[in-house]
């Protein structure tokens, strides 16, 4: 067994993974201590010498160089904060977050000689560091386990008996093999869920994660996540969940205690209302395309807008205009106004335009007002173009040289206007370049792991 315990100082990681390498049998190795042998000092010392950043490139030496075989790990308190630790550790091994409330920690780390990372008071350094880290912590790990109210041998009794049977429990695996065969889940796919379902006593720390969405069935996700579960050696299985309920698909999800989900149409807004901690971004863009669940939490991301801001990159401050007010316009005109782009919404619907626009501090009107605004930046966010639709929401003098199009329609790779766009010296970006930065940030949410844009675009062929 390949265990890694990671988490904020205080939580017990040291303490617990003591314990639980002698219940397995098995060596422990704590990464600090690990540091402190290389450089010849204590951690404190090496802060007040070559500072945190110099800590942080041992830090990096000593995880890139952990010994092979059955182990436990302790980590720093900051060491999942960098996706290259987290590749090393999760590589072949299961990741345990450790967990535990402010005023827990405080009393735990008080009388320690570690130092502090910030200027701040040790109550309000933890709360800060806690609420910064959060989302680092939630991603890396595969199990998440809140040592709160539980003594250093308790919470190792408890992630042994974890280790042993899974964290799906026995009920969760027959209700969720009956909603299985009832689902709309293609045959062959339930078949080897049904298997992989069937295959959990004997490969505990499996963990799903999958797509919600109706219809599903065209979703390239499933294969792509399968391939980077592989490449990064992680005990993972991506389920394409097909179910015109949101509700029956959530239920499923929590029988198998799914660690993660893709959200996608028609869901994307309804999903909001079932997550506990939705972050600030897809709170103000009204949808959510990521959901993780953590120890009995859910948290909520939108990396649709991440996409489209990396896209446009180097477009900063230009006069912008979205062309659509639904889900994906929303999500660009955030993206756009966050790169302090001017942003007219145009819609065939002008009030929807109009309330998008208002939402978001832009202009609105309707596709008839494009030559007037000459923009520098299109985006389309309309199905105008996507298969049976061959068409393009803009005439071939609309488009100018120099101008930049980013059609996310993504079926074909190159649609009507991004062809004519191409033509008129346009620079183009095409949706399927927003597919794969947003799987690219949705992959990091997942599993605190950077995967390469030309792997994700090898991969999806
Ligand atoms: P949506 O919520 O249904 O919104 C569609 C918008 O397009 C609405 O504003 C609608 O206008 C407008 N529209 C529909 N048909 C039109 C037509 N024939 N002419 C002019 N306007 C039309 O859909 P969505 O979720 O925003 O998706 C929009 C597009 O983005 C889809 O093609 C989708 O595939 C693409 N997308 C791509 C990615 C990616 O990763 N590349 C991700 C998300 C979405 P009304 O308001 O008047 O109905």
């Known amino acids: 067994m390949n265990v890694v315990l990671i988490g904020f100082r205080g939580t ?24 402190e042998e290389k450089a010849e000092a204590h951690v404190h010392e090496i802060f007040e010498e070559i500072g945190e950043e110099g800590f942080r490139r041992l830090e990096r030496e000593v995880i890139a160089s952990l010994p092979p075989g059955p182990c436990v790990i302790a980590t720093g308190g900051g060491t999942v904060l960098l996706p290259e630790n987290v590749e090393h550790l999760r590589r072949g091994r299961t990741v345990i977050l450790l967990q535990a409330d402010a005023a ?42 809140d040592t709160s109210a539980r003594s250093a041998n308790e919470v190792a009794i408890h992630i042994k008996r974890i280790l042993g049977e899974g ?40 963990r799903f994660y999958g ?48 660690r993660g989900l893709s959200v996608t149409i028609p869901f994307k807004q309804e999903v909001l209302s079932a997550i506990e901690h939705p972050d600030r971004h897809c709170a103000a863009i009204g949808a959510c ?31 912008a205009v979205v062309l659509g007010a639904g889900g994906a316009a929303a999500a660009a005109a955030y993206a756009l ?42 985006v389309n966010a309309t199905p105008v173009g996507m298969e049976p639709d061959r068409g393009s929401p803009l005439a071939r003098d609309q488009l100018r040289s120099g101008m930049t199009v980013f059609d996310l329609v993504y079926t074909p790779p190159e649609t009507p206007l991004l062809k004519m766009a191409g033509n008129a010296g346009c620079r183009v970006i095409s949706g399927r370049e927003m597919f794969v930065r ?9 599993t605190g792991i950077d995967a390469p844009l030309h792997m994700i675009r090898e991969m999806m062929g």
Request: net charge positive.
């Open 12 to 35: 017990g990681k040291t303490a617990a993974g003591h314990i639980l390498a002698r219940l397995l049998g098995v060596p422990f190795y704590d990464t600090d201590a690990l540091i």
């Open 104 to 145: 827990t920690i405080e009393k735990r780390i008080r009388d320690t000689t570690r130092p502090p990372l910030t200027a701040m008071g040790l109550r309000a350094e933890i709360e800060h560091l806690l609420a910064v880290r959060r989302d680092a912590y939630v991603s890396a790990a595969d199990i998440c386990v």
């Open 167 to 206: 964290s799906v429990p026995v009920e969760g695996m027959e209700r969720a093999a009956r909603a299985i065969a009832r689902s709309g889940i293609p045959g062959d796919e339930a078949e080897t869920l049904l298997g992989k379902v069937r295959e959990i006593p004997a490969n505990p720390t499996l």
């Open 211 to 258: 797509v919600a969405g109706y219809p599903s069935l065209h979703s390239r996700s499933p294969r792509l996540y399968q391939q980077l579960f592989s490449y990064f050696g992680l005990n993972a299985h991506y389920i394409r969940f097909h179910d015109p309920s949101l509700s029956r698909i959530l239920s499923l999800a929590a029988d198998l205690d799914v």
């Open 289 to 319: 395309n990521t959901v993780l669940f953590c120890g009995g939490k859910s948290f909520g991301y939108n990396t649709d807008w991440v996409a489209i801001r990396d896209a446009l990159g180097g477009e900063e401050g230009k006069s």
């Open 337 to 378: 106004v966050s790169l302090g782009m001017e942003v007219t919404i145009l819609n065939r619907t002008e009030e929807k335009a109009a309330l998008l626009a208002r939402r978001f501090g832009c202009s609105s009107g309707v596709p008839r007002d494009f030559d007037r605004i000459r923009p520098a930046v299109v």
């Open 438 to 446: 947003q799987a690219q940030a949705q992959f990091r949410h997942f």
